[in-house]
């Protein structure tokens, strides 16, 4: 009875790998060529995280300028030319347009509802109607003047102190920070970049987010291997960072709801998105959960232009 009882869990544990292998054998896909993976994980043993870049260039050279890769279960096509790149990006562009669903970027991103990681079509229109119309127009752009122009001041009343004192000016210190002002100003209503607590948990939760945004879930490439992310402590590590950013969005946004708050003369991002969300002009019903997610894009454009 303990016998056969080991049998079938044994049976049960390798079914998976013997349904892929089973897969794999009979649905030939007309591929371009690529070296030669193994069973399961496929090419992920021969590409290295610190040197991806230089791995792929040796694989351009054998295996040409378009090339294919099995990372798992994922069939991944590599393009390293500029022809091929103005095939896949321009001329065939609809169907490259989609972004692998990966599942940090979908757990931060509320499921890829809002612009990066949202999967081509109707919706995907939808939203990036919102940002083209009402976010990131010239005009919205234009409102913010009067902030950038307040900054900028301040900027150049600062670099004035420092040379009446002959004190050694940080530029690229003081820039950094302008931009962060601008950037938060405009889309939080305030800046983080004052000293203090608040200042170092607002950039050690963005650091994060970029962290657990590149970083390798096995499960992404191999179905049944969450328990191995789990106990390498990503899971955990990831479920934290989303519930820190979660709770930053859901106060800014409160305190935005507040009746007793005092309206600046400007409308800052969350102003513009709650005025939408009570009109009801789109297709689906846009939640606060939606932006949530338009800010997590926001805190990405935030972090490629002060770190990138």
């Given at each position: 009875?303990?016998?056969s009882?080991?049998?079938?869990?044994l049976?049960?544990?390798?079914?998976?790998?013997l349904?892929?292998?089973?897969?794999?054998k009979?649905?030939?896909?007309?591929?371009?060529?690529?070296?030669?993976?193994?069973?399961?994980?496929?090419?992920?043993?021969?590409?290295?995280?610190?040197?991806l870049?230089?791995?792929?260039?040796?694989?351009?050279?054998?295996?040409?300028?378009?090339?294919?890769?099995k990372?798992?279960?994922?069939?991944?096509?590599?393009?390293?030319?500029?022809?091929?790149?103005?095939?896949?990006?321009?001329?065939?562009?609809?169907?490259f347009?989609?972004?692998?669903?990966?599942?940090?970027?979908?757990?931060?991103?509320?499921?890829?509802?809002e612009?990066?990681?949202?999967?081509?079509?109707?919706?995907w229109?939808?939203?990036r109607?919102?940002?083209?119309?009402?976010?990131?127009?010239?005009?919205?752009?234009?409102?913010?003047?009067?902030?950038?122009?307040?900054?900028?001041r301040?900027?150049i009343?600062?670099?004035?102190?420092?040379?009446?004192?002959?004190?050694?000016?940080?530029?690229?210190?003081?820039?950094?920070?302008?931009?962060?002002?601008?950037?938060?100003?405009a889309?939080?209503?305030?800046?983080?970049?004052?000293?203090?607590?608040?200042?170092?948990?607002f950039?050690?939760?963005l650091n994060?987010l970029?962290?657990?945004?590149?970083?390798?879930?096995?499960?992404?490439?191999?179905?049944f291997?969450?328990?191995?992310?789990?106990?390498?402590?990503?899971?955990?590590?990831?479920?934290?960072?989303?519930?820190?950013?979660?709770?930053?969005?859901?106060?800014?946004?409160?305190?935005?709801?507040?009746?007793q708050?005092?309206?600046?003369?400007?409308?800052?991002?969350?102003d513009?998105?709650?005025?939408?969300?009570?009109?009801?002009?789109?297709?689906?019903?846009?939640?606060?959960?939606?932006?949530?997610?338009?800010?997590?894009?926001?805190?990405?454009?935030?972090?490629?232009?002060?770190?990138i």
């Amino acid at each position: 009875m303990v016998l056969s009882s080991l049998s079938l869990v044994l049976i049960l544990s390798f079914l998976p790998l013997l349904l892929l292998f089973f897969f794999h054998k009979h649905n030939p896909i007309n591929l371009p060529p690529g070296p030669k993976g193994l069973p399961i994980i496929g090419n992920l043993h021969q590409l290295n995280s610190s040197s991806l870049y230089l791995d792929l260039w040796k694989l351009s050279k054998k295996y040409g300028p378009l090339f294919s890769l099995k990372l798992g279960h994922r069939t991944v096509l590599v393009v390293s030319s500029p022809k091929m790149a103005k095939e896949t990006l321009k001329d065939h562009d609809v169907e490259f347009s989609d972004r692998p669903s990966l599942f940090s970027q979908q757990k931060l991103s509320y499921n890829g509802i809002e612009l990066i990681f949202s999967c081509y079509g109707d919706y995907w229109k939808e939203i990036r109607k919102i940002c083209v119309v009402h976010i990131f127009s010239a005009r919205r752009v234009s409102s913010f003047s009067s902030i950038r122009h307040y900054e900028v001041r301040r900027l150049i009343q600062k670099i004035s102190k420092h040379a009446d004192s002959s004190k050694v000016t940080n530029l690229n210190e003081l820039l950094m920070s302008v931009t962060s002002t601008l950037i938060c100003r405009a889309a939080f209503g305030r800046s983080y970049e004052e000293e203090g607590v608040e200042r170092s948990r607002f950039h050690g939760m963005l650091n994060e987010l970029q962290a657990m945004m590149g970083s390798f879930f096995l499960s992404d490439y191999i179905h049944f291997t969450g328990w191995i992310d789990s106990l390498r402590g990503l899971t955990s590590r990831l479920e934290k960072n989303y519930k820190e950013l979660d709770a930053f969005y859901k106060k800014v946004i409160d305190d935005h709801l507040d009746p007793q708050r005092h309206k600046p003369q400007e409308e800052n991002i969350i102003d513009v998105l709650l005025h939408l969300k009570k009109q009801r002009w789109f297709s689906f019903h846009l939640t606060l959960d939606h932006i949530k997610a338009l800010l997590m894009v926001i805190l990405q454009f935030y972090f490629i232009y002060l770190y990138i």
